[in-house]
């Protein structure tokens, strides 16, 4: 494909880690630091991670510290200059990205669920506002996380990131709703003049 011939090749940072005489601990921190990265297992204690400056900074700290627990670590720059198998290894990124994706794709509903459910029991509150907020907050946070580890534009993020956009729609939507379901149960001003409460109207600012 055109896009695919034009586009330059990354290298690799090939990352070995062995934590056999280190701390329980370290053995864990290592875990969790290359997954958040999204490394690519070859098979056991060696990964791949494209060879971006950040990535570098970060795995160059992790394998000091590696180091200083008594553990063995080595990180290597690499070519692939097979166009296949360089191909290969991109789909298997891929792979893992659209996975994280997925999971995205296939919670989002429930919130919009959460949203109809109040809507159908007439709980349509500011307090279930802050709730789905905070519901939201974290499909963000979460999208964000997968997002700084997909290097090379896995196609399942359009999907997860339009599952997002949906909940924040609704949650607009909702959020209109309760402030007007506020408004005509304290009217404040002059009958039909429709002004928001003192607390109503800090929300809506907030």
Known sequence: MVGESAAPRKHFLLVTVSTADAPSATRVRVWRKLRSLGALYLQQSVCLLPDDEAVRRQVGRLLTSVRADGGTARQLTVGITDPAEYGHLVAEFNAERDK???????????????LEQETADGNVTYAEV???EAD????DKWLAKIAARDYFGAPGGIAAREAVERCRTALAAFEDAALAAQADTHPTGPVGTGTLPASAALRAVE
């Open 100 to 114: 994280e994706y997925g999971e995205v794709v296939e919670r989002a509903p429930g919130l919009l669920a959460e």
């Open 130 to 132: 802050e709730e789905s």
């Open 136 to 139: 939201l907050e974290r499909f």
